[in-house]
Structure formats: C-alpha cells, structure tokens
T-cell receptor
Framework: QKEVEQDPGPLSVPEGAIVSLNCTYS??????FMWYRQYSRKGPELLMY????GNKEDGRFTAQVDKSSKYISLFIRDSQPSDSATYLC??????????FGSGTRLQVQP | ETGVTQTPRHLVMGMTNKKSLKCEQH?????MYWYKQSAKKPLELMFV???????ENNSVPSRFSPECPNSSHLFLHLHTLQPEDSALYLC??????????????FGSGTRLTVV
C-alpha cells in the first residue's frame, strides 16, 4: 500500500465550478499537510499549508484535514482556466522529508 | 535572483557522458533536496542535505552523486546513466525547525533526457 494515494485524473470542469481534490494516507504520524500546484514545465509551488486537523481558507482555496479518516481535501471555488495545473498533496511527520502524492491533473474549461 | 534556481533547464546526454546539475537557493534555508519526477509517479526523494550534511539517501543508484559545498548550493553529478533515468529533476529547499512553514520551495527543474 502506498503511503499517500491520489487520483491522477484528469479532472475536467467548466469555469466557475467548485473543484474538490483529495488524498488519502496510511501513516498516522503525518502532522503537516500541504497542497502544491504545478504548471507545465515548472516546479511545484506551495499553495496551502496546514498543521494537524481542521480547515484553512485562503481566497478561493480551502484545505481540509481529517486525521481520523486519514483524508485531506483541497476545494477551489469559482474555478478559473488559470487554475488548470497538476495539484500535488504532500505530508510530513517533521522528522523526515515530505511524502508526495502522484498529483491530480485539473483542466478548467472556459 | 530569488527563490530556487536550477541549471540547466534542459539536458540531453548519452549514456557514457558525465554531467552535473546545479541548484542554488537564495532563501537562507538550511536544508536542500533532490527529487526525481517521472510521468504519473509521485515525486521520488533522492537526497536530503540538512545543515550541509547528507541525512537521507533513498537507495539511489551510484551513478547519481550529490554534492553540497555550502547551505546555498547543491549539485547532482551524473555518469553512465540509463534511458530510464530520463525525468524531471527537481531541487527544493526548506527551513528545518520552522513549524510555521514546513513546506518546500522548488526550483523549475532540469528536464533530463538520456539517449
């Protein structure tokens, strides 16, 4: 079993839709949870960072962590064509390097 | 220069060549990383340097050799690579111990093709 599971997509939605991206994990020691966005031919850029459980909101983006279910989500409201990218979840224990999901490719159609 | 800079952006090399990838971070971070990114696979951690000391090496073949001369620079020396080593090689940095921001800052990567 992989430590982090993420549906690769692609996920195609119309402009303005609400997007839900998810990851599940198996290591209960993970405490730090992140979402990265990666545009084509670029490196990943940090989008959201959450410590432990709960929600965090930043503009159109909301990150949720449910440690009891070992499940994290990223919601994008009012999606735009510029949100088209690959979204990577990542998580860490604080004692070793981050573990990444394989990424979900998102396409927002104008 | 800001962030994390990687050179070259693209590299094509033969299996008998020797080349090096370079990474420089301008963020004052104390840890640097090499990751391999292949299509439809998770990022694979190759090497971690924290405070210039290699602290993690995920069973990477010896044809990859890292070097970290100081906290701002990281190299990946390549020799006698195989076609399956073709991938995007990403460098990242972070500030270990800063729990307010545990995330990494990545460079744009080097697209490596082995022929």
């Amino acid at each position: 079993q992989k430590e982090v599971e993420q549906d690769p997509g692609p996920l195609s939605v119309p402009e303005g839709a609400i997007v839900s991206l998810n990851c599940t994990y198996s290591n209960s020691a993970f405490q730090y949870f992140m979402w990265y966005r990666q545009y084509s031919r670029k490196g990943p850029e940090l989008l959201m960072y959450t410590y432990s459980s709960g929600n965090k909101e930043d503009g159109r983006f909301t990150a949720q962590v449910d440690k009891s279910s070992k499940y994290i989500s990223l919601f994008i409201r009012d999606s735009q064509p510029s949100d088209s990218a690959t979204y990577l979840c990542a998580m860490g224990t604080g004692r070793r390097a981050l573990t990444f999901g394989s990424g979900t490719r998102l396409q927002v159609q104008p | 220069e800001t962030g994390v800079t990687q050179t070259p952006r693209h590299l094509v090399m033969g299996m008998t060549n020797k080349k090096s990838l370079k990474c420089e971070q301008h963020l004052g971070h104390n840890a640097m990383y090499w990751y391999k990114q292949s299509a439809k696979k998770p990022l694979e951690l190759m090497f971690v340097y924290s405070l210039e000391e290699r602290v993690e090496n995920n069973s990477v073949p010896s044809r990859f050799s890292p070097e970290c001369p100081n906290s701002s620079h990281l190299f990946l020396h390549l020799h006698t690579l195989q076609p399956e080593d073709s991938a995007l090689y990403l460098c990242a940095s972070s500030q270990v111990g800063d729990t307010s921001n545990y995330g990494y800052t990545f460079g744009s990567g080097t697209r490596l093709t082995v022929v």
